[in-house]
């Protein structure tokens, strides 16, 4: 599979992972007193977000990207809705890899 289409999928579902955690479990622990939601879905955002660094890495070497590139990726791990912000443009960097 695609390296940058692997990439894009991560961040999408990493992505979803921080709505669930700000949306769903946060407020199950301030306002229905489960604190056990915030430490799951936090624990799953954490390994997802580290395996996105981590995928993302390989993809700037692997694919030659320019460290632009690489930290606009980087930044929209770190906004609650950057994954689907860059989407369009994540599309267009999968597209240049077949195109290769």
């Known amino acids: 599979m695609n390296p940058v289409r692997q ?41 997802l977000f580290v395996a996105v660094m981590v995928l993302l890495m390989w993809v700037v070497f692997r694919c030659r990207w320019s460290l632009g590139r690489g930290v606009l990726v980087f930044i929209s791990a770190l906004v609650p809705f950057g994954p689907f912000v860059i989407h369009c443009r994540m599309k267009a960097y999968e597209a240049e890899v077949v195109a290769k």
């Open 7 to 47: 990439l894009h999928i991560l961040t999408l579902i990493e992505g979803v992972s921080t709505l669930v955690l700000f949306f769903i479990a946060m407020p199950l622990k301030y306002f229905a007193g489960k604190p056990e939601a915030v430490k799951m879905a936090g624990w799953i955002h954490g390994i």
